[in-house]
């Protein structure tokens, strides 16, 4: 079973910075493609990033393209997402999630528990 633990999340101002981390446990974590969605309230859970298993390939949500950035550290366990010049409407709970294959798509099984992420104007 795999265990996926946020961190990273706050409070910070329009225009600022974050990065969130996210701890896997339970899976080979080299042999999948990790990724990153958010929920905004009384939204629909939305996909930010997807990275591939090696890294090599990411994807993005139109939203963030050009001010997020994906990555991870196969030997750490750890997949992370820079967030700069954020927004109000960055505001949500963001989730990392396990992929179902190797590669960056938007195809996941496994979230963690989220981190909230607020920003304010």
């Known amino acids: 079973q795999v265990q996926l633990v946020e961190s990273g999340g706050g409070l910070v101002q329009t225009g600022g910075s974050l990065r969130l981390s996210c701890a896997a446990s339970?899976?080979?974590?080299?042999?999948?493609?990790m990724g990153w969605l958010r929920q905004a309230p009384g939204k629909e859970r939305e996909f930010v990033a997807a990275?591939?298993?090696?890294?090599?390939?990411?994807v993005y949500g139109d939203s963030v393209k050009g001010r997020f950035t994906i990555s991870r550290d196969n030997a750490k366990n750890t997949v992370y997402l820079q967030m700069n010049s954020l927004k109000p409407e960055d505001t949500a709970v963001y989730y990392c999630?396990?992929?179902?294959?190797?590669?960056?798509?938007?195809?996941?099984?496994?979230w963690g528990q989220g981190t909230q992420v607020t920003v304010s104007s």
């Open positions: 990275i591939s298993f090696s890294g090599a390939r990411t």
């Open positions: 339970g899976r080979i974590f080299s042999n999948y493609g």
């Open positions: 999630a396990t992929g179902s294959t190797s590669w960056a798509t938007r195809d996941f099984d496994s």
